[in-house]
């Protein structure tokens, strides 16, 4: 069956450093590749999204391309803020279903 | 346009009870899906629901059941309730139901079996 694999956390942060959460997916087809962010007692949150090979989704300043070859899709950003402290969630949907497969999760901490 | 939203947000229950969780998805999204969350099984797809019918269903027993409404709207239900159902309830909607659409999550319910 479909699966996702994320780094294991807690990952700690200075602000402003570089930020890499890697993410790699066992799927049959092309599956549709997301990220979502959970703050503190919230719910889940799409950061970006993609849903074909070589595809980058963008928002907010994080980046994540679809790597068929690799089967990867790595969540980056340039410069963390204190305010990205949160869960980050790599996640799929296999072709023409609405089911979410999700990673474990990654809690991310930054300190100013 | 408001987002999911979820009743209630918080819920206590005694082990053999049963409880009903709701779910007003974003207007014009036709389907809804369910996760439970636990800090030791992570995210977990429970079932989904498009234009009334259930279409996909997550590795979780027959206590676990659910429907929508013609206004798209959705319940989920669990019966005899056991310590392990003690997490936090998403429910997410989404316009097309397809793999491609994004969902978009409401804020959960918390459900505590004691």
């Known amino acids: 069956g479909n699966s996702v694999t994320q780094m294991e956390g807690p990952v700690t942060l200075s602000e402003e450093a570089f930020l890499t959460i890697n993410c790699t997916y066992t799927?049959?087809?092309?599956?549709?590749l997301f990220w979502y962010v959970q703050y503190p007692g919230e719910g889940l949150q799409l950061l970006l999204k993609a849903t074909k090979a070589d595809d980058k989704g963008s928002n907010k300043g994080f980046e994540a391309t679809y790597r068929k070859e690799t089967t990867s899709f790595h969540l980056e950003k340039g410069s963390v803020q204190v305010s990205d402290s949160a869960v980050y969630f790599c996640a799929l949907t296999g072709q023409g279903a609405q089911k979410l497969v999700f990673g474990q999760g990654t809690r991310l901490t930054i300190n100013p | 346009k408001a987002g999911v939203t979820q009743t209630p947000r918080y819920l206590i229950k005694t082990r053999g009870q049963q409880v009903t969780l709701s779910c007003s998805p974003i207007?014009?999204?036709?389907?809804v899906s369910w996760y439970q969350q636990t800090p030791g099984q992570g995210l977990q797809f429970l079932f989904e629901?498009?234009?009334?019918?259930?279409?996909n269903k997550g590795n979780f027993p027959g206590r676990f059941s659910g429907r929508q409404f013609s206004n798209s709207r959705s319940e989920m239900n669990v019966s005899t309730l056991e310590l392990g159902d003690s997490a936090l309830y998403l429910c997410?909607?989404?316009?097309?139901?397809?793999?491609?659409?994004?969902?978009?999550f409401g804020p959960g319910t918390r459900l505590t079996v004691t």
């Open positions: 799927a049959t087809g092309y599956p549709s």
């Open positions: 629901y498009f234009s009334e019918t259930q279409r």
């Open positions: 207007s014009g999204h036709r389907s």
């Open positions: 997410a909607s989404s316009r097309t139901g397809q793999g491609i659409d994004e969902q978009y």
